[in-house]
């Protein structure tokens, strides 16, 4: 079994930050990507941020210069550091890595239960 949890988040003013974090336990192998997608209110899932094994970072164009992502590969851990929050940052965020349980075994996407972000004055 894998669990994904998240922890952060809440309510912040424009122009303040928040730091995001993910943490994975269970019966892990190995941890390819994790991302941080977002869910703003009334509107689709969208990627955020993703960081892969070799820490190669990549970042949708609205957050690009304001979000930074980062990980812990031996404490299974992803952060998504978030200064200069944005009225239009809103959102509920979801934590989601790809897990492989054991040797050889194919990956699989684990999601967190998602965190609410509400950037508001």
């Known amino acids: 079994q894998v669990q994904i949890v998240q922890s952060g988040g809440g309510l912040v003013q424009p122009g303040g930050s928040l730091r995001l974090t993910c943490a994975a336990s269970?019966?892990?192998?190995?941890?390819?990507?994790m991302d941080w997608y977002r869910q703003p209110p009334g509107k689709e899932r969208e990627l955020v941020a993703t960081?892969?094994?070799?820490?190669?970072?990549n970042y949708s164009d609205s957050v690009q210069g304001r979000f930074t992502i980062s990980r812990d590969t031996v404490k299974k851990v992803a952060y998504l550091q978030m200064n200069n929050l944005k009225i239009e940052d809103t959102a509920d965020y979801y934590c989601?890595?790809?897990?492989?349980?054991?040797?050889?075994?194919?990956?699989?996407?684990?999601w967190g239960q998602g965190t609410q972000v509400t950037v508001s004055s």
């Open positions: 989601k890595m790809s897990i492989s349980t054991k040797w050889l075994s194919p990956f699989t996407d684990y």
């Open positions: 269970g019966s892990i192998f190995s941890i390819e990507s």
């Open positions: 960081i892969t094994t070799g820490e190669r970072t």
